[in-house]
Nanobody, 123 residues
């Protein structure tokens, strides 16, 4: 059983930056690909980014490509999401998730989820 805890959310003005972190415990972190998802009020859960088990491969949603960067430190059991040039439409609850299977963007393929952290971008 893997436990995930996100941190780093908050309120920021448009054009600003935030860095989200996700700390994992209870399992072998390097066995899992990691993903970031978000959910805005009244909207469905949306894929944001994913990173492979080694950290050598990443993939981003078109909506965040070039603005967001995900990275991981397997020695510290952490994954991060650096968010730059934030826009009001980035406002959402952000979740990190762990996937023991295929490197995927599908939420249903992720086995473990954090509790989420709120990101609010003001215009």
């Amino acid at each position: 059983q893997v436990q995930l805890v996100e941190s780093g959310g908050g309120l920021v003005q448009a054009g600003g930056s935030l860095r989200l972190s996700c700390a994992a415990s209870g399992g072998t972190f390097s066995n899992y690909a990691m993903g970031w998802f978000r959910q805005a009020p009244g909207k469905e859960l949306e894929f944001v980014a994913r990173i492979s088990r080694s950290g050598g491969s990443t993939y981003y949603a078109d909506s965040v490509k070039g603005r967001f960067t995900t990275s991981r430190d397997n020695s510290k059991n952490t994954v991060a999401l650096q968010m730059n040039s934030l826009k009001p439409e980035d406002t959402a609850v952000y979740y990190c998730a762990a996937c023991g299977g295929t490197f995927t963007t599908l939420p249903s393929e992720y086995n473990y989820w954090g509790q989420g952290t709120q990101v609010t971008v003001s215009s």
